[in-house]
């Protein structure tokens, strides 16, 4: 039986990512939930935009999860505007 060594750095940063994904997968599904029962496009981009300034004023969008929303799933721009 082999025997892993991990450092605490890798281990923190590990759970940091685990915590991004938690938080990033909180963000899309209260996003989904917008945009199955509204049918305004006009509407939903508000209430969107409301999710995402609620996360951000938690201060749970870090730089991690900033990322993940930026680049993977191109949902916001730079100035935390919905697409």
Same mark, same amino acid.
């Given at each position: ?8 750095? $890798? ?32 509407? $939903?981009?508000?209430?969107? $935009? ?34």
């Amino acid at each position: 039986m082999k025997k892993f060594i991990v450092t605490e750095e $890798q281990l923190n940063n590990f759970f940091e990512i685990k915590k991004a994904e938690k938080t990033c997968d909180d963000i899309l599904m209260s996003i989904h939930r917008n945009i199955k029962y509204l049918n305004e496009s006009i509407l $939903q981009k508000k209430i969107n $935009q409301d999710v995402i300034n609620t996360y951000k004023r938690k201060n749970l969008i870090t730089s991690k999860v900033y990322e993940m929303l930026v680049f993977k799933y191109k949902l916001i721009n730079k100035n935390y505007e919905i697409l």
